[in-house]
Nanobody, 114 residues
């Protein structure tokens, strides 16, 4: 079955960096676009970043443009989210997903606090 397993979350100070990883299995990873979403306490889940199947096209939420970078390694069935210059408002649970097919990971907590 399809599995998406996120890792790399944690506690980081404002201005710091984290790299999230998402290991995919159970489907032909290289054939599908992938996304990262996040959900902060009391807020709706929101799209953070998108990457096409081959990795040639990416999109970002305005709030993370210039700070976050999505990438993928189709040989490793893994999608990444490099997060730099983190802000307290980036605190959320981050989900790896293919929302078009209803596939979501369980999420990884990112907390930005001094």
């Amino acid at each position: 079955q399809v599995q998406l397993v996120e890792s790399g979350g944690g506690l980081v100070q404002p201005g710091g960096s984290l790299r999230l990883s998402c290991a995919a299995s159970g489907f032909t990873f290289s054939s599908y676009a992938m996304s990262w979403y996040r959900q902060a306490p009391g807020k709706e889940r929101e799209l953070v970043a998108f990457i096409s199947a081959a990795g040639g096209r990416t999109n970002y939420a305005d709030s993370v443009k210039g700070r976050f970078t999505i990438s993928r390694d189709n040989a490793k069935n893994t999608v990444y989210l490099q997060m730099n210059s983190l802000k307290p408002e980036d605190t959320a649970v981050y989900y790896c997903c293919d929302p078009s097919r209803g596939y979501w990971g369980r999420g990884t907590q990112v907390t930005v606090s001094s």
